[in-house]
């Protein structure tokens, strides 16, 4: 059927414009039609392809010959529009090729082919973004994960990947998505967010900003604790770029996010099994792996697992000024997790030692949180100071004060204030020639009592 067939066709069901050109639901008909012809003359090619700019132009010469040798009613913009569209379609990432280039948004939620909700600043929005039919968010989704040599069939059907800008990327497809083949990405910034960036976003404040820069240069063991999607990985990001240049750093991820700028990191990315079920590289294989690499820092992306008892060992052993993260609601419940995780780790270690293992590996907790308005927010810094009895002792060095309200556009009042409390761990950066001023510890009471 040629294109103007398929336009006669669609004004018959009623879906043509009002005389101002050809309506939403045709152009989406004559995308659709075109997707499917260059996808069946040119699939082979594209399968194929090494270089993408010879692809790009054999892709819009034969578009074009496509949309010229019919004598169709498509304005100028309507040629333009659907061919930009039809190209992203099959070159990039379908309908959500903009919304990764939006710096706005921060998440984007594929349902399934015909649901795509995003996040901007921190709230949930539904889109009117569709991707042709199943198979075509399935081409998009294997693009995505074959290009960090990941795979996802019925055989393995889910998959954590990330784009080469080190966005986060999570797909899962039938038979375990019952509605459909389900993609979430979580966007990172084109440049990495800097202490600065996270201060005018209202995540910490000059005070805080110090103390971690400190405590970084100082070589303490530091979590960071939080919920999903409430800038962890961000935060770690950040105060990653106060280790010293001249130190040697292994990163150890899933997936590789984490955007370093010192000149000797070394990056190290788990492997999911093959299709015979061999060749898995775990997270606790690579940690182990980094003690033999001469670290002066290791810098794991996420503690999830067994992995919990090799990196408290690390820690314990010589190699200070690790950073992690957690998920967790609180540090208390931080370290009840990392603790459960070890316990995960087969060996069957008393809960006593795992605590003391935890007390003596870990210096700081700092939990991150994201509010009802959207905004992320570091909400407590937590010194782990020793044992008493069975108990790990914790002591909070600054906490996020909610009392103070909200404003009339339900954003939050709150600000970061200090315990009065003094970290024991100051005559340790104070033996290393790091100074933090006493009033970064003043205390300030909240706002209601």
Do not use: C, W
């Amino acid at each position: 059927m040629s294109l103007k067939e398929r336009i006669a066709e669609a004004a018959t069901a009623g879906v043509t414009g009002n005389g101002n050109g050809v309506s939403l639901a045709a152009k989406d008909a004559i995308k659709r039609q075109l997707h499917y012809l260059l996808i069946e003359e040119k699939g082979a090619e594209i399968a194929a392809a090494t270089d993408e700019i010879a692809l790009r132009m054999s892709i819009e010469a034969k578009l074009k010959e496509l949309l010229s040798r019919e004598n169709t009613p498509l304005s100028a913009v309507d040629r333009r529009e659907i061919s930009v569209d039809v190209l992203d379609n099959i070159l990039g990432y379908g309908p959500i090729q903009s919304l990764l280039e939006d710096p706005e948004i921060t998440e984007i939620m594929v349902n399934n082919s015909e649901t795509v909700y995003i996040e901007r600043l921190g709230r949930i929005h539904l889109t009117d973004r569709r991707f042709i039919d199943e198979a075509h968010l399935l081409r998009i989704i294997d693009k995505i994960v074959a290009q960090v040599g990941r795979r996802i069939d019925e055989a393995s059907p889910m998959v954590d990947a990330r784009l080469p800008d080190g966005s986060r990327v999570n797909a899962i497809i039938h038979p375990l998505a019952i509605n459909g083949p389900m993609l979430t990405i979580r966007k990172f910034s084109r440049e990495p967010y800097t202490v600065r960036d996270l201060i005018g976003f209202g995540t910490l404040d000059d005070r805080l900003a110090s103390f971690i820069d400190a405590s970084v240069r100082g070589k303490l063991n530091i979590l960071i604790s939080g919920g999903t999607g409430t800038g962890k990985t961000t935060l770690l990001n950040v105060m990653s770029s106060f280790v010293p240049d001249d130190e040697r750093i292994v990163t150890i991820e899933d997936a590789a996010e984490l955007r370093l700028s010192q000149s000797h990191v070394l990056r190290l990315e788990s492997r999911p099994p093959n299709i015979e079920g061999k060749g898995q590289i775990t997270i606790r294989d690579l940690v182990r792996n980094s003690l033999r690499m001469r670290p002066d820092r290791i810098i794991v992306g996420e503690v999830r697992g067994a992995e919990a008892l090799d990196m408290l060992q690390a820690m314990n052993t010589g190699h200070e000024g690790s950073l992690s993260t957690v998920h967790s609601n609180s540090p208390r419940d931080s370290l009840s997790r990392l603790e459960t995780m070890v316990l995960m780790s087969g060996f069957d270690l008393p809960v006593r030692a795992v605590r003391e293992q935890l007390a003596s590996a870990l210096d700081m907790v700092i939990q991150i949180a994201r509010l009802r308005d959207g905004s992320r927010r570091v909400v407590q810094v937590s010194e782990i100071s020793g044992m008493e009895g069975d108990t790990v002792v914790m002591q909070d060095i600054f906490y996020y004060d909610f009392s103070m309200g909200v404003d009339e556009h339900g954003a939050s009042l709150g600000r970061l204030k200090g315990t009065g409390l003094r970290p024991g761990f100051m005559e340790r950066l104070q033996d290393l020639g790091i100074r933090v001023e006493p009033e970064v510890f003043a205390y300030e009471p909240p706002a209601r009592r």
